[in-house]
């Protein structure tokens, strides 16, 4: 849904693009810098307890940083022509990984359990890691097959990342709101899923027609 907001944002930022070019930054490098700030995202997760209900907030930080970077190394690989066929695999990579540690570390810390109790926090935050890998992969496993997915489904990386820090920044002052924040990334994920299943499908055979 934010994918064209995400472009104008593209054409926005092509002074910081051109500052990290001339810092010798790289996609690549720039890609690794976000997925270490995502880990440090989760971390900060992970680590929350009762005692440091800030901790999340120093979590939305980190991850709206490394939102900053994956959306940073594209614009230097596309401006200064260092696109790579690697490049955009290891981004992919790295930005799957981001995604499951935010999830991971909200899981160690219980931060669901305020919402829904400890063992259906648990089944919730699962449900949206399962399902947030599922986005990605149906969109990779469709574009395999020759169908575009850009833009196909209701919650795709950038609305999941709004929605969790969103759902951070009011738990500092209602806990519960975390775990109904990573509720509704499930709900809205396998909403997400259904909708990309029932696109390829009517490619496919708009396509065999």
């Given at each position: 849904?934010l994918?064209?907001?995400?472009k104008?944002?593209?054409?926005?930022?092509q002074t910081e693009?051109?500052?990290?070019?001339?810092?010798?930054?790289?996609?690549?490098?720039?890609?690794?810098?976000?997925?270490?700030l995502?880990i440090?995202?989760?971390?900060?997760?992970?680590?929350?307890s009762?005692?440091?209900?800030w901790?999340?907030?120093l979590?939305?930080?980190?991850?709206?940083?490394s939102?900053?970077?994956?959306?940073m190394?594209?614009?230097?690989a596309?401006?200064f022509?260092?696109t790579?066929?690697?490049?955009?695999?290891?981004?992919?990579?790295?930005?799957r990984?981001?995604?499951?540690?935010?999830?991971?570390?909200?899981?160690?810390?219980?931060?669901?359990?305020?919402?829904?109790?400890?063992?259906?926090?648990?089944?919730t935050?699962?449900?949206?890691?399962?399902?947030?890998?599922?986005?990605s992969y149906?969109?990779?496993?469709?574009?395999?097959?020759?169908?575009k997915?850009?833009?196909?489904?209701?919650?795709?990386?950038?609305?999941?990342?709004?929605?969790?820090?969103?759902?951070?920044?009011?738990?500092?002052f209602?806990?519960?709101?975390?775990g109904y924040?990573v509720?509704?990334?499930a709900?809205l994920?396998?909403?997400?899923v259904?909708?990309r299943?029932?696109?390829?499908?009517?490619?496919l055979?708009?396509?065999?027609?």
């Amino acid at each position: 849904m934010l994918t064209q907001f995400k472009k104008k944002i593209q054409e926005m930022l092509q002074t910081e693009a051109k500052i990290a070019h001339k810092l010798g930054l790289t996609p690549n490098s720039i890609s690794v810098i976000g997925f270490i700030l995502a880990i440090a995202s989760a971390v900060s997760y992970a680590l929350t307890s009762t005692d440091s209900l800030w901790l999340p907030l120093l979590a939305v930080f980190f991850m709206l940083a490394s939102g900053f970077c994956d959306t940073m190394d594209g614009i230097v690989a596309r401006t200064f022509k260092q696109t790579s066929a690697f490049g955009g695999f290891f981004d992919s990579v790295l930005d799957r990984f981001a995604d499951g540690a935010s999830y991971a570390g909200i899981i160690v810390a219980g931060l669901c359990a305020a919402a829904f109790g400890g063992y259906w926090g648990t089944i919730t935050a699962l449900t949206a890691l399962l399902a947030s890998m599922l986005v990605s992969y149906t969109r990779a496993r469709a574009e395999v097959i020759g169908v575009k997915m850009e833009s196909v489904g209701i919650a795709e990386r950038a609305e999941r990342m709004l929605i969790l820090a969103a759902a951070s920044i009011i738990g500092y002052f209602y806990l519960p709101a975390l775990g109904y924040g990573v509720a509704l990334i499930a709900v809205l994920s396998i909403v997400t899923v259904l909708q990309r299943v029932w696109h390829v499908y009517r490619e496919l055979k708009k396509n065999k027609q």
